[in-house]
């Protein structure tokens, strides 16, 4: 194994050493923490191998951060799990520049107006949490079928207090 080929905090094997983890590099070796203590140790020589698989990935024609995401998105879809939404479709037209007008019952406490764009994204932003808290409940493997079929109860309680929104959206297939 190349001294190049290693980074602190890689499992490596020795053939006298055994298992270990390298823990600081050097010019012409590694040092080595071994069950026995730390040994410096020349990767090329001494028979050191990597104990986990690696992978190398040269000549990338797209830039890392699309790589990354390729690989993270292609990883969700084999296992099934649903990207939420991040932006929603659209706000229905008629409520585009709209404002959502609370008026307190004293009338010496102030009105407060918040923007419908800004208040239709933090509904979306409940939905889509919900739907991650639905994904990670039916993921999990610490909870029980009737634990999740519980928690799903619930679940399918909040979603349908948020239909009351509804008729903020466009697209009837955004809805709760």
């Known amino acids: 194994m190349k001294l190049s080929e290693l980074h602190v905090g890689m499992a490596v094997i020795h053939p006298a050493y055994g298992s270990g983890v390298v823990k ?9 923490l071994f069950i026995d203590g730390r040994k410096p140790v020349e990767p090329e020589s ?23 995401t ?5 990883l969700a879809d084999r296992l ?27 009338p010496a406490l102030a009105t407060k107006e918040i923007e419908l764009e800004i208040f239709f994204h933090k509904i979306v932003m409940v939905r889509n949490n919900l739907r991650v808290l639905e994904q990670k409940i039916n993921a999990s493997e ?12 619930y679940l399918t309680r909040s979603y349908g207090s948020l239909t009351t929104f509804n008729l903020l959206f466009k697209e009837k297939e955004d809805q709760f």
């Open 142 to 153: 610490a909870l029980t079928s009737a634990e999740k079929f519980d928690w799903q109860q």
């Open 46 to 68: 001494g028979g050191l191998m990597p104990a986990e698989p690696q992978a190398t990935v040269t000549a990338l024609s797209v830039p890392l951060a699309q790589f990354i």
């Open 80 to 106: 099934g799990l649903e990207k939420p939404d991040v932006h929603v479709k659209e706000l229905a037209p008629k409520w585009r520049g709209g404002k959502l007008v609370i008026h307190p019952h004293d």
């Open 24 to 32: 600081s590099i050097t010019e012409h070796a590694a040092e080595v």
């Open 70 to 74: 390729q690989t993270v998105e292609a």
